[in-house]
């Protein structure tokens, strides 16, 4: 099967920076999109920024020119550099990625989520 799993995650002050690593295992043929998603206690899910596999990025407008999405397919992982960190970015951050696997002799694909990574901004 297929794991993501992210890295990276901790507590830092106001105007920091942190770097989000999200890397998948498993029988992997290729990978679509990758993105990364954050929610806050009491508050949906929101895209904070995605990459396709040509390397084509999309942000939240609220991260934009703070974070900055990149990828590398050799190694299968995604990654989200955070500069500029405000208390408002506080949430669990989850990587996403939609993956193409062997099945025995066949291809499949499905979409896959790591476990989280808590990012606390605090001072």
């Known amino acids: 099967q297929v794991q993501l799993v992210e890295s990276g995650g901790g507590l830092v002050q106001p105007g920091g920076s942190l770097r989000l690593s999200c890397a998948a295992s498993?029988?992997?043929?290729?990978?679509?999109?990758m993105g990364w998603y954050r929610q806050a206690p009491g508050k949906e899910r929101e895209l904070v920024a995605k990459?396709?596999?040509?390397?084509?990025?999309n942000y939240a407008d609220s991260v934009k020119g703070r974070f900055t999405i990149s990828r590398d397919n050799a190694k299968n992982a995604v990654y989200l550099q955070m500069n500029s960190l405000k208390p408002e970015d506080t949430a669990v951050y989850r990587c996403?990625?939609?993956?193409?696997?062997?099945?025995?002799?066949?291809?499949?694909?499905?979409?896959?989520w790591g476990q989280g990574t808590q990012v606390t901004v605090s001072s």
């Open positions: 996403n990625g939609g993956v193409t696997y062997r099945s025995g002799p066949y291809l499949d694909t499905g979409d896959y």
């Open positions: 498993g029988s992997i043929f290729s990978i679509d999109a």
């Open positions: 990459i396709t596999s040509g390397g084509r990025t």
